[in-house]
């Protein structure tokens, strides 16, 4: 098997290292063959983490290790986009107000209400009591994020130090990022991105494929460590996060849309939980809830099949919720995290929480173990959020 060996040491020096040990990256973005893999030099390995580290300013340092094997290689790797203003014509839906942060973060999040991935980020911006704007994308049209290139969402944009936006494009990256920025509030943010490059290679069936680079991984200082972590937990956490991306979410639209009925429910649901009555004109609602669910049903056909699920969607996910409390309980903890969840325990439930209204979260409830552990990280999560205010009470907001 051809493996990426991205991050492959840690700096031992007295500077400020890179805590980040780049393992599985293979894994993640389903490469497999058996081409022979080339390595890069020490050499350009330092020259490039330096390159990297300088971006930061600060002195992190790693060792980046970049491999190929025939066309699965790694083609181009680009910074996350600047944007110099907050792009026309977006109407922030609503904002999430802590007068407890004080990040001084300036961050908008383009989502779907009940997109998995949304929901992820969403779980952790509020478990971590950020303040941030909403803007709620039209799933059909997409008028939200017509100004971007990036057409999916999740995605955040987030003030710099100077006052230019940077675009975050993945749920874990953004959660990586945001993570990390927590370990040292006087990071810029802007800086802190750029360990997060967007990469594009080709895969073994030569499809042109994207992903961010190490979009699992904290990035923090030597004498900064996050708090009560080993380097165990730390891969732990990393193993579980990334089981939420590569199996847990594939199991959630195969059985949402199950049968064309069931795919109608649950587009009534995500109206009902997107206010779609309230930020869109009834048109536009309609044609999401009807085109979406007849669309959605078709394709989660496809999506079972890619997958390797069989008919019996529903058997798949309460074997991923028993799994998962499964190894809770091993842990004799309330949480995956211990007493407080870390960021796999958030991941699994912002995915689960994608489809609290749904028929397929129920039936979980009824025949899995799942509940209490839900319900714990729901309280942990709604406790921690600021106040939702919509647009009429933004106009109260202090400058
Ligand atoms: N790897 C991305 C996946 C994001 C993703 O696939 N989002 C879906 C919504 S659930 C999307 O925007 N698809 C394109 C579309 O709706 O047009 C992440 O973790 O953020």
């Known amino acids: 098997m051809t493996t990426y060996n991205l991050w492959r040491g840690l700096s031992t020096g007295r500077r400020l290292t890179f805590q980040v040990l780049y393992r599985n990256y293979a894994q993640q973005i389903g490469t497999t ?12 390995l330092m020259v490039i983490s330096m390159g990297v580290g300088g971006l930061i300013g600060a002195g992190y340092s790693g060792y980046l290790s970049l491999t190929s094997g025939g066309n699965n290689g790694l083609t181009t790797q680009t910074k996350p986009t600047v944007i110099d203003k907050f792009p026309d ?17 300036d961050l ?38 017509k100004w971007s290139k990036y057409k999916k969402v999740p995605m955040l944009l987030a003030k710099r130090k100077d006052g230019k936006y ?29 360990f997060y490059p967007n990469v594009s290679f080709v895969d073994e069936n030569n499809k042109e494929k994207t992903d961010v680079l190490n ?14 972590t080993t380097r165990e937990s730390m ?11 590569n199996h847990l979410v594939h199991l959630i639209s195969p059985n949402v849309y199950r049968t064309s009925s069931e795919a109608r429910e649950t ?44 008919d019996d969607v529903r058997i798949h996910l309460y074997e991923a919720c028993d799994k998962w409390t499964n ?20 991941n699994v439930f912002g995915v689960l929480n994608s489809m609290e209204g749904c028929e397929a979260f129920k039936d979980c409830l009824r025949n899995t173990k799942i509940g209490p552990w839900f319900n714990a990280m729901k309280e942990y999560v709604q406790n921690r959020r600021g106040t939702v205010l919509s647009q009429v009470d933004m106009q109260y907001l202090p400058n």
């Open 33 to 44: 063959g058996t081409t022979p893999v080339k390595r890069m030099s020490n050499t350009k």
């Open 166 to 194: 940077v675009q975050l494009t993945d749920s874990s990256m953004i959660i990586s990022a945001l993570s990390s920025f927590l370990l040292n509030t006087d990071q810029d943010i802007g800086q802190l991105v750029n």
């Open 327 to 346: 190894e809770i309980e091993k842990k004799k903890t309330k949480f995956f995290g211990g007493n407080e969840p870390n960021l796999a325990d958030l």
């Open 267 to 310: 587009f009534e649901w995500f109206s009902q939980a997107g206010e779609w009555d309230e930020h869109f004109p009834k048109w536009e609602r309609n044609l999401m809830v009807h085109v979406g669910a007849f669309a959605m049903w078709a394709i989660s056909k496809r999506l079972k099949k890619r997958h390797g699920l069989t």
């Open 108 to 145: 908008v999040l383009f989502q779907y209400q009940t997109c998995p991935f949304c929901c992820k980020v969403r779980a952790f911006l509020d478990s971590q009591g950020f303040s941030y704007s909403v803007v709620e994308v039209d799933a059909v049209l997409r008028q939200g994020i």
């Open 235 to 245: 891969e732990d956490e990393r193993k579980w996060r990334t089981w939420v991306d």
């Open 215 to 228: 979009k699992y991984f904290l990035m923090f200082q030597e004498d900064r460590p996050p708090k009560s």
């Open 89 to 105: 014509n977006v109407k922030i839906t609503r904002k999430i107000y802590n007068p407890n942060d004080n990040t001084d973060l």
